[in-house]
């Protein structure tokens, strides 16, 4: 199992960019997929952004064209490159391990989960 650590988020202006980062510590990070989830008080954790093992990503409708996940084996960090932000992006970012073969809507396979980082978006 892998310890996780987000990093990043912060308050933002409609437009606006964030890049969020999750530092993995463990073993076998190459074989976990590795996904970007949130979640707003009061409502299901959604899938944003996921990478899977293979390097395959998948997005979430609301976040294709504007959100970019990438994943850097060697120094086992995964990223989240979010631009033209949105008041609907605000919420708890969450980084997580999962299977070596999954997408965004696999939130139930994903296992390992970070502390989390709020991203705020106000106009």
């Known amino acids: 199992r892998l310890k996780l650590v987000e990093s990043g988020g912060g308050s933002v202006q409609v437009g606006g960019s964030l890049r969020l980062s999750c530092v993995a510590s463990?073993?076998?990070?190459?074989?976990?997929?590795m996904g970007w989830f949130r979640q707003v008080s009061g409502q299901e954790r959604e899938g944003v952004a996921v990478?899977?093992?293979?390097?395959?990503?998948t997005y979430a409708n609301s976040a294709t064209g504007r959100f970019s996940i990438s994943r850097d084996n060697d120094k086992k960090v995964v990223f989240l490159q979010m631009n033209n932000l949105k008041p609907e992006d605000t919420a708890m970012y969450y980084c997580?391990?999962?299977?070596?073969?999954?997408?965004?809507?696999?939130?139930?396979?994903?296992?390992?989960w970070g502390q989390g980082t709020q991203v705020t978006v106000s106009s």
């Open positions: 997580a391990a999962g299977p070596f073969y999954a997408t965004y809507e696999d939130v139930r396979n994903f296992d390992d």
């Open positions: 463990g073993e076998l990070f190459n074989s976990y997929s």
């Open positions: 990478v899977d093992a293979d390097g395959h990503s």
